[in-house]
C-alpha cells in the first residue's frame, strides 16, 4: 500500500497536481468547535464533526449522542449547519 500511495503522489507530483489534492488549513472550517457547542447546548455529547461540501456550500456534520433515560441506549442526532 505504501509503494501505490508514493507512485501516486509521485505522479501527482509530475502532473502539477500534488498541491491539488489537500485543503488549506485556513479555508477548512472548525467543524469540531461548532460542534462542541452545538452538543454543549443540547445538553449531549459530541461523537463526530466533519466538515463537507453540500451544493457548493461548506457545511459542518455533526453528530450528537443525546443522553436516553430508563437505561436505554442514547440517541443519536445529525445535524448539518454552516461553516463558519
Known amino acids: 500500500m505504501t509503494k501505490f500511495r508514493t507512485s501516486l ?3 501527482f507530483a509530475g502532473l502539477g497536481l500534488a498541491g491539488s489534492l489537500a485543503v488549506p488549513a485556513s479555508a ?3 467543524c469540531h468547535a461548532i460542534g462542541q457547542r452545538h452538543a454543549a ?3 449531549g455529547q459530541l461523537a463526530r464533526a466533519t466538515p463537507e461540501t453540500r451544493n457548493g456550500q461548506q457545511v459542518c456534520v455533526i453528530v450528537v ?3 436516553a433515560k430508563d437505561g ?3 440517541r ?3 445535524i448539518v449547519v ?3
Open 28 to 30: 477548512a472550517p472548525d
Open 76 to 78: 443519536r442526532n445529525e
Open 72 to 74: 436505554q441506549r442514547p
Open 41 to 43: 447546548q443540547a445538553g
Open 9 to 11: 503522489l509521485a505522479l
Open 82 to 84: 454552516p461553516a463558519r
Open 65 to 67: 449522542l443525546m443522553p
